[in-house]
């Protein structure tokens, strides 16, 4: 069956701190991936996204993530956070049958 | 402004009673989504409709019904049947296919049954 674990539930940094979530799938063929997130009082939205092409994508507000595929991971990092991208982070799988699969989310508080 | 709205915020409704959840957009996207988040738990598809008069179930229908009569409405029925509805409920949209694009969220209905 197809899974996704974010093993991170709770992260607390402090501003200028690098950032690694960690996000891994299981599922044997090809997959879409996306990193959503849900800043306080908003909607979730999307970070970004991976379909085909360049493993390392790049998403709004200086994120990217990584597509490993020998690892079934897809982390999404960025080198220096700031106080606003405090918020729950979604890592999300699209593999057979159109299936969705969100996981548990992380939950990112960025100390100032 | 376009995006897609949900109401209400908060429900409540007594055990054994049917609800059902407003779901609009107008975004004139032709995919709606229905999905449902538990503490703890992610968000768990409930059921998709990729066009007008069509829909499918998603990994947690049991206890759930839709409608899609029109574009921009997916309402979700929420039966007697569901054995614990008491969650939070997102919807979403999309362009197009689930596969390849972004959804949008609305902001969600918490509903508690008593």
């Known amino acids: 069956a197809q899974s996704v674990s974010q093993h991170n539930h709770h992260v607390i940094l402090s501003e200028a701190a690098s950032l690694e979530l960690g996000c891994n799938y299981s599922?044997?063929?090809?997959?879409?991936l996306f990193w959503y997130v849900q800043y306080p009082g908003q909607h979730l939205q999307l970070l970004l996204k991976?379909?085909?092409?360049?493993?390392l994508v790049k998403g709004i507000k200086g994120f990217e993530a990584e597509f490993i595929k020998s690892k079934f991971s897809f982390n999404l990092r960025k080198p220096s956070v700031q106080w606003s991208d405090t918020a729950e982070y979604f890592c999300?799988?699209?593999?057979?049958?159109?299936?969705?699969?969100f996981g548990t989310g992380t939950k990112l508080q960025v100390i100032p | 402004d376009g995006g897609i709205t949900q109401s209400p915020k908060y429900l409540f409704r007594k055990e054994g009673q049917n609800v059902t959840l407003s779901c609009e957009q107008n975004?004139?996207?032709?995919?709606m989504y229905w999905y449902r988040q538990d503490p703890g738990q992610g968000l768990r598809l409930i059921y998709y409709?990729?066009?007008?008069?069509?829909?499918q179930k998603g990994d947690i229908a049991e206890g759930y019904s839709v409608s899609r009569e029109k574009k921009e409405s997916f309402p979700l029925t929420v039966t007697s049947a569901q054995k614990n509805p008491t969650a939070f409920y997102l919807c979403?949209?999309?362009?197009?296919?689930?596969?390849?694009?972004?959804?949008?969220f609305g902001p969600g209905t918490r509903l508690t049954v008593l």
């Open positions: 975004l004139n996207h032709d995919a």
């Open positions: 991976y379909f085909s092409g360049d493993p």
């Open positions: 409709s990729q066009i007008v008069n069509d829909f």
């Open positions: 979403a949209s999309s362009i197009g296919t689930i596969r390849t694009d972004t959804q949008y």
């Open positions: 999300a799988v699209i593999g057979g049958y159109q299936k969705v699969t």
């Open positions: 599922y044997g063929g090809t997959v879409n």
